[in-house]
């Protein structure tokens, strides 16, 4: 299983300019915000289940941008219906990537569904998304940076990680500064 933040840190190196990330609660924050805060980062405090829902308005609006959406596999679980919405929509511009560590982490780390067999790839692609694929390795996971910073979307990773506690990077929590900073980046250009 791969390291939580070493595959985060690997889908953004070298960002693109016209890169957004939505991360969704928790985890999965903490690793994009390790990756490097940017203003181009949309974070979601306390919205859980909401991630994918907001990444798929924002490409919706920012149709010239590309959309990554970062988050755990608890959040998608409780967000599943999101997944046919996309799958609908067919936005060309989104990418997400779910960091699948099987484990509920925000919570004390019970076993998810996808630990019992739930394939969130598969549930993606029963869906409409265009491809959705599963890495386990470094090796597996080079190609899928490809495939969700460039490929037609609506496009799928699951990254399987390991399980457990890591320091928490917290980047900005103010709503309003957040949404402020990230508009600038976006709107006006301003990073």
């Not at 679980?77 to 099987?102: C, F, P, W, Y």
């Not at 037609?152 to 399980?163: N, Q």
């Amino acid at each position: 299983m791969l390291d939580r933040r070493q595959a985060v840190a690997t889908l953004l190196r070298e960002r693109p300019e016209h890169l957004l990330v939505v991360p969704g609660l928790g985890s999965s924050t903490y690793d994009v915000a390790a990756a490097g805060d940017d203003p181009r980062n949309f974070y979601l405090w306390g919205a859980m289940g909401g991630a994918l829902s907001i990444g798929l308005g924002l490409a919706l609006a920012q149709p010239a941008k590309r959309v990554l959406v970062v988050t755990g596999d608890g959040e998608m679980l409780m967000g599943m219906g999101s997944l046919a919405t996309v799958g609908a929509k067919r936005q060309q511009n989104l990418a997400v990537a779910v960091i699948d560590n099987e484990a509920y982490g925000e919570t004390g780390g019970q076993a998810s569904h996808t630990r019992l067999g739930v394939d969130l790839a598969a549930v993606a692609l029963a869906c409409g998304f265009k491809q959705a694929h599963t890495a386990r390795t470094l090796a597996e996971l080079q190609p899928l940076r490809d495939v969700l910073l460039h490929a037609s979307g609506p496009v799928l990773a699951v990254i399987k990680t390991a399980a457990g506690e890591m320091p928490r990077v917290l980047p900005e929590r103010d709503g309003h500064l957040i949404r402020a900073r990230f508009r600038a980046a976006v709107v006006c250009g301003q990073s």
